[in-house]
């Protein structure tokens, strides 16, 4: 009953297959849409709007007429480069302020630990609402909004995980050997603290990207016509009784990002740190 | 997994407030000279007291913590505090001045951050600028529909997730991947995603429910389903991999042992051990329906405190959402507080520590 059988590496590599080729699409779209598909996202042809999935239109057209598998191939773009921005702020911040609360004295420490601690157990959305209502909307401020909310869970990791690197043998020898304080952080700590950072990076990624899709439902985001997701599915949310197909396949967009993004962290959680979920 | 999963999963959202405030060597409590049984009724009630001050007093320091989060949002906020206050509100110079004596903003800010101490210790949550009313009196006004929605949500996704665990534990590995399948499905698809495509099939094509609004059981059952949904897929799982884990432990082969059917064994035993790593959950639950609260009365058009947030957020409504902030931190903290004494409820051998 209990699963005591050694787990063979290659069906994580079979698991990594599906989400890889999410990512390989998704990639185009955001590289290059026009490979995908040749109609402009924003031409409005209001004598053929609200049409179901046909030859011509393979996700039907919205409310305007617009062609929305065109809008959600560009849309792809806007969703996720909100995330990725987003990611990318609360990784250097996170790693900055964890680094330094794992390398300073301990009062400091315990004031950053404690605070982090905090901050954590808020909401990130509430956190990033707090934020959007002093900068106001716009796709700027919600990449900031949503950074800073995912700082605290990214800067906890970092701290501990500063604190295991810095007993190390190889960093105790090092400064044995008079390695000056930043060289010794820069060239020992650091690399060995990014591995951890670059797992839970992909799930915080994953969870940047439905904040920002939350985010742009609820307004905040980016504004229309620009073909973002979330925006898309709030739009179409007045439309549903006549058009399913204008909310079903953005919403599907956003689901199989995400779901990909989740499976794939936790396949790589599961190779570096031994545990699942 | 167990309590270190539900602990280290900081990537899914808020983490149980005790795992990081707990000192980490407790004291321990002088052991009783006579042996046998090692805790007495006074030892118990002196552990149950001291287990609760230590709740109480982290749970203030939470709160106290959520204020001056708000606080320093606005002060790093660019721009003249009084114009963020305002907001889109009317903006006329009787407004101006009532705001400069509210906040005190002619005096130096630590003193105007005391003052804001000791309105909120007072209960006063400020004025909004966009109502042009007391913002206690909107969220006393806005709170019963959200209450509604979030006991219902929460009592869904309690009987779906013991649902989930006890269809599936024990039933061999097609059981544990279905459950993770669904698990992963739960953190993954955002909840307006679910809510639209409900929304879609049950109110739209098939007619079974009203599209929005607030009026009777009806009009409650997809929102709350909506919310129930994504906690049900991940305690389901918790609660599951516990009743596993109780099922292999040594008393339950003397139950089955003394000729209890598996049924009885699982249902006056085994969920009992199965619910203390499903109950340090609730913490991160009862936050993500705060949050997701209000997506979901956005998709559903439900009156309550959602509805009151966006509009702040929009409008620049400080004070609102400063109030919400605040709110949602009580909220967390008295909801962890009651667990933490429940969890001496479900496992006695808490109560003798």
Known sequence: ?277 | MSATSAGGSAATGGTPVAAGRTPPARPAPPLPETSGRPSTRPARARGLLRAMARRIGSGIVVIWAAATTAYLALLAAPGDTVDILIGDGPDTPEIRASIIREWGLDRPEIVQYLAYLGRLLQGDLGRSYQLQRGVGDILAEQIGPSARLAVAAAATAIVLAVLIALVTAGRGPWARRAVSGVELLAVSVPTFVIGIVLLSVFSFSLGWFPVSGDEGWRSLVLPALTLALPAAGVLGQVLREGLEKALEQPFATTARARGLTERALVARHALRHAMLPGATLVGWFVAQLLTQAIITEAVYGRPGIGRVVLQAVTGGDMPVVMAVVILSAVVFVTVSTVLDLLYRVIDPRLRSS
Do not use: C
């Open chain 1, 1 to 277: 009953m209990a699963q005591v059988t050694l787990r063979p590496t290659r069906p994580y590599a079979y698991r990594l297959a599906l989400p890889g080729a999410v990512f390989a699409v998704i990639a185009v779209a955001v590289v290059a849409p026009g490979l995908l598909t040749g109609t402009d996202p924003l031409a409005a042809d209001p004598l053929h709007a609200l049409e179901g999935p046909s030859t011509a239109h393979w996700f039907g057209t919205d409310h305007l007429g617009r062609d929305v598998f065109s809008r959600v191939v560009h849309g792809a773009r806007h969703s996720l480069s909100i995330g990725v921005a987003a990611t990318g702020l609360a990784a250097a911040v996170g790693v900055l302020l964890g680094l330094a609360a794992g390398l300073a004295p301990k009062w400091l420490d315990e004031v950053l630990a404690r605070s982090f601690d905090v901050l954590a157990t808020f909401p990130e959305l509430l956190l990033a609402l707090l934020v959007i209502a002093i900068t106001g909307p716009g796709t700027a401020n919600v990449i900031f909004a949503i950074g800073i909310a995912q700082i605290p869970n990214l800067a906890r990791v970092v701290r501990a995980q500063t604190f295991v690197v810095r007993r190390a043998g190889y960093v105790e020898q090092a400064v044995t050997f008079g390695l000056p304080g930043p060289v010794l952080v820069v060239r020992h700590v650091l690399p060995n603290v990014l591995g951890p950072v670059l797992v839970l990076a992909t799930i915080v990624l994953a969870q940047s990207i439905i904040a920002a899709s939350a985010l742009s439902f609820l307004g905040m985001g980016p504004q229309p016509p620009a073909p973002e997701w979330g925006a898309m599915l709030s739009e179409a949310r007045n439309y549903m009784r006549v058009a399913w197909w204008q909310a079903v396949f953005p919403a599907a967009a956003v689901a199989v990002t995400v779901v990909s993004l989740t499976a794939a962290g936790r396949v790589l959680r599961y190779r570096f740190e031994g545990r699942d979920t």
